[in-house]
């Protein structure tokens, strides 16, 4: 657990700071000035609210996390198709939310905006209505994210980055900074650039990741039959399916690709 900062301890609010009397704070949630929390926001234990923070309402925060100076929660989703129907803004344990990041709550499509545990979200990133973060997932700065983006564990987002609405982002995937991603792109993969590319697995990330010598040669290899063969994607696909057991990982890889509704970024 991270300690509270000095001259602040577990469970201070500040005397400026406004919270809802529909909100459900833990004990030992800490609450900086200027900060507002509203009606339908709970907070688990050790949570840290920054100053002029807004929390606007129906958010579920996680034990340990830190929401930081200036970001904005659980705001109405910027959807035309909004009618204030009842949805909810989900962040789990000990993620970090940066300077003025802004997560919009859901809409009728799914009921509820959600961000794992352990993510990292930078300053001025954007999760709009209906996104799916699972665990781990890193956005750097001013990433902007349209509506039902789904983005898996591990994935990592470059700065400046804009994701159109409905795509996915696989597993352990990273997206280079100042990409525009308008299609899905494959767990362990490597894209980035406007028009965005692939250029391999991310090695690195899997490595350090603990991923082993062999997967990474089975992952490399399921690459340059699916990405660098020369055949359309579905050739592709059952070339490498007529190879025999393909792994974990590589199964994956070919199961989100069947599965992509708006073509995977080659």
């Not at 509820?112 to 973060?133: E, F, K």
């Not at 990405?227 to 025999?244: C, I, K, Q, V």
């Amino acid at each position: 657990m991270r300690e509270s900062p000095v001259g602040i301890e577990p469970g201070a609010r500040h005397s400026t700071a406004v919270i809802s009397p529909e909100a459900e704070l833990a004990e030992s949630v800490v609450v900086g000035p200027y900060a507002v929390i509203g009606p339908g926001v709970r907070l688990a234990e050790r949570v840290r609210i920054g100053p002029h923070a807004y929390i606007e309402r129906d958010t579920r925060v996680g034990e340990d996390t830190h929401i930081h100076a200036g970001a904005v929660l659980g705001t109405d989703p910027q959807d035309m198709k909004y009618d204030g129907e009842a949805s909810v803004l989900e962040v789990g344990s000990r993620t970090t939310i940066r300077e003025y990041a802004t997560l919009n709550r859901g809409t009728a499509a799914s009921g509820r905006t959600s961000v794992g545990d352990d993510c990292l979200i930078m300053a001025y990133a954007h999760v709009a209505h209906d996104c799916h973060l699972g665990d781990h997932v890193i956005l750097a700065n001013a990433v902007n994210m349209g509506g039902h983006v789904e983005i898996g564990d591990w994935a990592i987002v470059g700065g400046v980055t804009a994701i159109h609405q409905f795509v996915r982002i696989g597993r352990h995937a990273f997206v280079g900074g100042g990409s525009r991603v308008p299609q899905d792109v494959a767990p362990y993969v490597t894209v980035a650039g406007n028009p965005c590319a692939a250029y391999g697995i991310n090695t690195e990330g899997l490595r350090r990741r603990g991923f082993g010598r062999e997967t990474l040669a089975s992952l490399r290899h399921a690459y340059r039959v699916l990405f660098r063969s020369n055949r359309n994607m579905g050739d592709a696909l059952e070339a490498l399916a007529s190879e025999g057991r393909l792994g974990e990982e590589v199964s994956e890889l070919t199961a989100f690709i069947r599965t992509s509704e708006r073509g995977v970024t080659t």
